[in-house]
């Protein structure tokens, strides 16, 4: 199996240049979620190191065994994540909440 080059894709270039684009608070935080998930033992070593090593492709790493799933590590889409749950759990209304009180 061939390792993709993404130096050499023009995706890639795109997406490692928004990645040095992105403030150093941003690259912190994504390194912090991808540490904390090595540290709970939700991820594996081998996960760890390819999502730190590729941080400008990588937004979520599968978990290990037990928990069968995906942990978000890029700040940004965990956001928007969580931001499009709060949504629905409201039922897609998202009012101020002057609206809500007029509705009283």
């Not at 912190?28 to 730190?52: D, E, H, P």
């Not at 937004?59 to 969580?82: D, T």
Request: proline letters at 5%.
């Amino acid at each position: 199996m061939h390792k993709i080059d993404y130096l050499n894709d023009i995706e890639g270039s795109r997406k490692l240049a928004l990645w040095h684009a992105r403030p150093w608070t941003y690259r912190l935080r994504y390194r912090y979620n991808v540490l904390w998930g090595l540290v709970c033992r939700q991820i594996t070593l081998k996960s760890c190191w390819n999502a730190l090593e590729n941080s400008y492709t990588i937004a979520v790493v599968p978990m290990k065994a037990p928990h069968r799933g995906m942990l978000i590590v890029c700040p940004e889409f965990a956001e928007e994540y969580f931001q499009m749950n709060r949504s629905a759990q409201s039922g897609g209304l998202e009012k101020a909440p002057d609206e809500l009180d007029q509705l009283d």
